[in-house]
Protein backbone atom coordinates (compact mmCIF):
# COMPACT_ATOMS: atom_id res chain seq x y z
CA UNK A 1 0.00 0.00 0.00
CA UNK A 2 1.65 3.50 -1.16
CA UNK A 3 0.23 6.18 1.40
CA UNK A 4 1.94 8.68 -0.63
CA UNK A 5 -1.23 9.13 -2.51
CA UNK A 6 -3.38 8.41 0.07
CA UNK A 7 -3.05 10.67 2.20
CA UNK A 8 -4.95 14.18 1.32
CA UNK A 9 -3.53 17.83 2.48
CA UNK A 10 -6.89 17.85 4.49
CA UNK A 11 -6.18 14.55 6.38
CA UNK A 12 -2.28 15.77 7.13
CA UNK A 13 -3.63 18.88 8.49
CA UNK A 14 -6.11 16.90 10.81
CA UNK A 15 -3.26 14.55 11.56
CA UNK A 16 -1.06 17.85 13.06
CA UNK A 17 -3.78 19.72 14.14
CA UNK A 18 -4.91 16.34 16.74
CA UNK A 19 -1.13 15.98 17.72
CA UNK A 20 -0.71 19.51 18.69
CA UNK A 21 -4.04 19.52 20.19
CA UNK A 22 -2.76 16.38 22.18
CA UNK A 23 -0.16 17.91 23.80
CA UNK A 24 -2.15 21.22 24.57
CA UNK A 25 -5.27 19.39 25.85
CA UNK A 26 -2.39 17.43 28.50
CA UNK A 27 -0.29 20.57 29.08
CA UNK A 28 -4.07 22.36 30.88
CA UNK A 29 -4.91 19.24 32.40
CA UNK A 30 -8.27 18.89 29.84
CA UNK A 31 -10.18 16.90 27.14
CA UNK A 32 -8.41 17.38 23.94
CA UNK A 33 -11.06 18.84 21.47
CA UNK A 34 -10.76 16.85 18.01
CA UNK A 35 -11.65 17.57 14.69
CA UNK A 36 -15.17 15.89 13.82
CA UNK A 37 -13.69 15.62 10.04
CA UNK A 38 -12.34 12.29 10.76
CA UNK A 39 -15.62 10.58 10.05
CA UNK A 40 -15.10 11.35 6.25
CA UNK A 41 -12.07 10.02 5.91
CA UNK A 42 -11.23 6.21 6.15
CA UNK A 43 -7.49 7.00 5.67
CA UNK A 44 -7.15 8.53 9.45
CA UNK A 45 -9.12 5.14 10.53
CA UNK A 46 -6.53 2.59 8.86
CA UNK A 47 -4.24 0.47 10.88
CA UNK A 48 -0.84 2.07 10.63
CA UNK A 49 2.27 2.65 11.99
CA UNK A 50 3.51 6.44 12.85
CA UNK A 51 6.78 8.31 14.24
CA UNK A 52 5.71 11.81 15.87
CA UNK A 53 8.77 14.28 15.96
CA UNK A 54 8.72 17.47 17.88
CA UNK A 55 11.98 20.14 17.35
CA UNK A 56 12.61 23.19 19.08
CA UNK A 57 12.57 26.53 17.52
CA UNK A 58 16.54 25.90 16.65
CA UNK A 59 15.30 22.74 14.56
CA UNK A 60 16.63 20.48 17.13
CA UNK A 61 15.07 17.35 18.53
CA UNK A 62 12.97 17.55 21.19
CA UNK A 63 10.94 14.00 21.22
CA UNK A 64 10.57 11.47 19.05
CA UNK A 65 8.27 8.29 19.81
CA UNK A 66 7.01 5.91 16.95
CA UNK A 67 5.08 2.40 16.69
CA UNK A 68 6.40 0.39 13.93
CA UNK A 69 3.07 -1.47 14.49
CA UNK A 70 -0.12 -0.98 12.31
CA UNK A 71 -2.14 -1.86 15.35
CA UNK A 72 -4.61 1.21 15.72
CA UNK A 73 -6.19 3.74 12.95
CA UNK A 74 -3.76 6.35 12.15
CA UNK A 75 -5.34 8.81 13.71
CA UNK A 76 -4.82 7.21 17.22
CA UNK A 77 -1.27 6.14 16.78
CA UNK A 78 -0.78 9.53 15.60
CA UNK A 79 -2.81 11.41 19.22
CA UNK A 80 -0.47 8.37 21.09
CA UNK A 81 2.52 8.96 19.45
CA UNK A 82 2.29 12.99 19.98
CA UNK A 83 1.92 12.28 24.10
CA UNK A 84 4.60 10.27 24.28
CA UNK A 85 7.03 12.32 21.77
CA UNK A 86 6.22 15.57 24.15
CA UNK A 87 6.08 13.49 27.82
CA UNK A 88 7.10 10.26 27.58
CA UNK A 89 10.75 10.18 25.18
CA UNK A 90 13.39 9.56 28.08
CA UNK A 91 16.17 11.84 25.86
CA UNK A 92 14.26 14.45 27.25
CA UNK A 93 12.20 16.02 29.95
CA UNK A 94 8.71 16.04 29.57
CA UNK A 95 7.35 19.41 27.79
CA UNK A 96 6.41 22.30 29.60
CA UNK A 97 3.57 24.80 29.00
CA UNK A 98 5.76 27.58 27.40
CA UNK A 99 7.64 25.59 25.22
CA UNK A 100 4.54 24.40 22.94
CA UNK A 101 4.13 27.55 20.51
CA UNK A 102 7.80 27.30 19.56
CA UNK A 103 7.74 23.49 19.13
CA UNK A 104 7.56 22.36 15.42
CA UNK A 105 5.56 18.68 15.14
CA UNK A 106 6.62 16.30 12.20
CA UNK A 107 4.45 13.07 11.43
CA UNK A 108 6.02 10.50 9.79
CA UNK A 109 3.24 7.66 8.28
CA UNK A 110 4.86 4.23 7.89
CA UNK A 111 4.55 1.86 4.96
CA UNK A 112 4.50 -1.60 6.10
CA UNK A 113 7.96 -3.29 6.97
CA UNK A 114 9.72 -5.89 4.59
CA UNK A 115 12.80 -7.93 5.12
CA UNK A 116 15.40 -6.76 3.18
CA UNK A 117 17.81 -9.57 2.04
CA UNK A 118 20.54 -7.31 0.22
CA UNK A 119 21.45 -4.35 2.27
CA UNK A 120 22.87 -2.79 -1.05
CA UNK A 121 19.32 -2.44 -2.50
CA UNK A 122 18.95 0.22 0.83
CA UNK A 123 18.08 3.77 -1.34
CA UNK A 124 19.57 6.49 1.44
CA UNK A 125 16.33 9.06 1.37
CA UNK A 126 13.59 6.54 0.90
CA UNK A 127 13.97 3.71 3.34
CA UNK A 128 13.59 3.39 6.79
CA UNK A 129 15.80 0.76 8.61
CA UNK A 130 14.50 -1.59 11.05
CA UNK A 131 17.19 -4.25 12.42
CA UNK A 132 16.65 -6.82 15.25
CA UNK A 133 19.06 -9.03 16.72
CA UNK A 134 19.56 -10.90 19.83
CA UNK A 135 16.72 -9.04 21.90
CA UNK A 136 18.01 -5.53 20.56
CA UNK A 137 16.42 -3.71 18.12
CA UNK A 138 16.90 -0.06 16.33
CA UNK A 139 14.67 2.13 14.19
CA UNK A 140 16.02 4.87 11.88
CA UNK A 141 13.33 7.11 10.01
CA UNK A 142 14.10 7.63 6.21
CA UNK A 143 15.15 11.54 6.77
CA UNK A 144 17.75 10.99 9.07
CA UNK A 145 20.68 10.01 6.95
CA UNK A 146 19.49 12.51 4.76
CA UNK A 147 19.79 15.08 7.41
CA UNK A 148 23.15 13.81 9.22
CA UNK A 149 24.72 13.45 5.51
CA UNK A 150 24.76 10.04 5.39
CA UNK A 151 25.87 7.74 2.56
CA UNK A 152 24.92 3.97 2.61
CA UNK A 153 27.74 2.49 4.93
CA UNK A 154 27.20 5.10 7.53
CA UNK A 155 23.49 4.34 7.56
CA UNK A 156 23.74 0.88 7.91
CA UNK A 157 26.78 1.08 10.74
CA UNK A 158 24.26 3.72 12.64
CA UNK A 159 21.28 1.18 12.43
CA UNK A 160 23.63 -1.15 14.42
CA UNK A 161 24.81 1.11 16.97
CA UNK A 162 21.25 2.62 17.24
CA UNK A 163 20.21 -1.06 18.30
CA UNK A 164 23.03 -1.76 20.79
CA UNK A 165 24.78 -3.35 18.52
CA UNK A 166 28.37 -3.31 17.17
CA UNK A 167 28.93 -1.65 13.37
CA UNK A 168 28.32 -4.45 10.78
CA UNK A 169 25.67 -5.99 12.82
CA UNK A 170 23.32 -6.53 10.30
CA UNK A 171 25.06 -9.37 8.19
CA UNK A 172 24.86 -11.67 10.99
CA UNK A 173 22.57 -15.16 9.82
CA UNK A 174 20.67 -14.30 13.41
CA UNK A 175 20.05 -10.57 12.31
CA UNK A 176 16.82 -9.52 10.54
CA UNK A 177 17.35 -6.12 8.94
CA UNK A 178 13.59 -4.83 7.77
CA UNK A 179 13.11 -1.67 5.22
CA UNK A 180 10.05 0.64 4.78
CA UNK A 181 9.20 3.88 3.58
CA UNK A 182 7.15 6.44 5.09
CA UNK A 183 5.06 9.92 4.17
CA UNK A 184 6.71 12.70 5.82
CA UNK A 185 5.45 16.00 6.69
CA UNK A 186 4.96 18.67 9.30
CA UNK A 187 3.83 22.70 10.09
CA UNK A 188 4.80 24.81 7.69
Known amino acids: MDMEFLLSAEEKKIL??????????ELE?????????????????????AFVSLHDENRQ????????A???????TVRAMAKEAAFGDPRFPPLKKEELPRCHIEISVLSPMIPCPDPRQV??????????RGGRSGVLLPQVPVEQGW???QYLDYICIKAGLPP???KEPDAELLTFTAVVFSEE
Open 70 to 76: ARLPLIQ
Open 29 to 49: KRKPVYSDLIKSSSNLNEPCG
Open 151 to 153: DLK
Open 123 to 132: KVGVHGLYLK
Open 61 to 68: LRGCIGSM
Open 16 to 25: LHDARETMSA
Open 168 to 170: LSY
